[in-house]
Structure formats: C-alpha cells, structure tokens
C-alpha cells in the first residue's frame, strides 16, 4: 500500500526557514520520483522540486533556486524539502507526490504525471 506523509509545516515569519518531511511506504524510491508540490488559495498547483532515482537527479521551479533544497534519505524513505528565506508568497498548501521516475523524467513540475499524493502541510508566512 503506497502512503505518503508530510510533515513539517506551520507558521513561519517572512525570512524564516521551515524543512518539510515527506515519509514514503509501500514502493522504492529507487523506482518513483519524489516531487513537491504547492497550491495557494485561488491558484494552481505548481511544481516546487523533484528528486529522482539511485543517483538522486533534481529539479527546481527556476523561480525558487537558491532559496529550497530537496534531498532524501534512502534509509528512511523520506524525503525533506529545506525552504530558506520565506516569503509571504510562499505561503501555501505543500504536497509531496509519488511517480515512476521514467514517467516524471521529462516534466518533474508537471502535477499530472504523479500517481500517488499526500494530504498536504499548510505553510504559512507571515510576521
């Protein structure tokens, strides 16, 4: 059984930092990419980063390089998304998603290519 579990989030004020945890069971994350998501009220999801495979390739929204790392621990199965000088903007609902790697390989920000979903971390900045 494939269940995603994200953690992490909360209240943050505007130049703070948070680290997600996205907790993965039933699949490899060998096989499946790993990306993260967010969706802001009245917008539409956009892809975050992504991190995918045995060498661990990443991918970044141009918009938030330099500011957010991905990374993951294998023994854990758990990926963690690292979000440094926050925004007011970046509040938003975050979700991490599952999806074969081959699959994501050519559009890691594209929503529609991930088959399994967690429910969500709310990530809120504000002073």
């Known amino acids: 059984q494939v269940q995603l579990v994200e953690s992490g989030g909360g209240l943050v004020q505007p130049g703070g930092s948070l680290r997600l945890s996205c907790a993965a069971s039933?699949?490899?994350?060998?096989?499946?990419?790993i990306g993260w998501f967010r969706q802001a009220p009245g917008k539409e999801r956009e892809g975050v980063s992504c991190i995918s495979g045995p060498d661990g390739v990443t991918y970044y929204a141009d918009s938030l390089k330099g500011r957010f790392t991905i990374s993951r621990d294998n023994a854990k199965n758990t990926v963690y998304l690292q979000m440094n000088s926050l925004k007011p903007e970046d509040t938003a609902v975050y979700y991490c998603?599952?999806?074969?790697?081959?699959?994501?390989?050519?559009?890691?920000?594209?929503?529609?290519?991930?088959?399994?979903w967690g429910q969500g971390t709310q990530v809120t900045v504000s002073s």
């Open positions: 998603a599952a999806g074969f790697r081959t699959v994501v390989a050519d559009r890691p920000g594209e929503w529609r290519r991930y088959d399994y």
């Open positions: 039933g699949f490899s994350l060998d096989y499946y990419a």
